[in-house]
């Protein structure tokens, strides 16, 4: 029996992570969006509301489908009542993976992904479009690695961490929580906290404000 599935977000990326759910039909039932514009025809989806309004969807899971760690963060800390067992996991029948490796609640795991093997991904983490992870990378919570990013082995990406698309972070390196990887950058050495690098090799561009730590 499929589940029923309200999503987070009625923008663009809402609808990607609404395709990812449709093509599991026998897992996951669509309910809707909640969000602020009126995007969400797709697929003749309604709009249920504003964010404000997902106690009205007590019987539902949620996934936040909004791109930006900080304003996943956000969210998830407004609802701070629903436990994680409350927040689906979806991953794109396309996405390819060892038996090794987890996926945390809330998370979004894109078409064309490929993780290989002893990989750990945290809570409400975004993994898009055929990006890679290598072995024995941590992944931490709220990260987004958009599309076509490539995050070799033995990396470390702490809570809140956004990698931009197309970026290549070098194997064995730390990326600090709060950090920022601008588009195309290529890392090669480690990033502090709340950091945003740029460029080929990457070098600081600024420092963001602090990523909030728990929920």
């Known amino acids: 029996m499929s589940v029923d599935l309200v999503i987070i977000g009625a923008g663009g990326f809402a609808q990607e992570v609404a395709w990812v759910a449709l093509q599991q039909r026998d897992r996951w039932h669509v309910r809707g969006f909640l969000g602020d514009r009126e995007t969400s025809a797709f697929l003749a989806l309604p709009l249920l ?3 404000e309004s997902y106690k009205a969807q007590p019987d539902a899971k949620f996934v936040i489908a909004r791109g930006a760690p ?4 956000a969210i998830c800390t407004l609802m701070f009542d629903i ?12 996405v ?3 038996a090794s490796v987890s996926f945390g609640s809330g998370s979004i795991i894109c078409a064309g992904v490929v993780a290989t093997v002893d990989i750990l991904v945290g809570r409400h983490t975004i993994v898009n479009l055929n990006s890679t992870i290598g ?3 941590r992944i931490g919570d709220f990260c987004t690695i958009a599309p ?3 995050v070799s082995g033995n990396v470390t990406l702490e809570d809140g961490v956004e990698i931009g698309t197309g970026a290549v972070i070098r194997q064995g390196l ?3 929580r709060g950090a920022m990887v601008g588009m195309g950058a290529v ?3 480690d990033v502090g906290e709340n950091e945003c690098v740029v460029g080929n090799p990457a070098r600081r561009l600024k420092m963001l404000p602090p990523f909030e730590s728990g929920r």
């Open 187 to 189: 890392v090669t050495r």
């Open 148 to 150: 076509l990013a490539a």
């Open 96 to 98: 390819r993976c060892h």
């Open 135 to 137: 072995h024995q990378s």
């Open 174 to 176: 730390r990326i600090g």
């Open 70 to 73: 900080r304003s996943r963060h």
């Open 83 to 94: 436990t994680d067992d409350r927040f689906a996991t979806l991953i794109d029948p396309s």
């Open 49 to 51: 509301g504003p964010v």
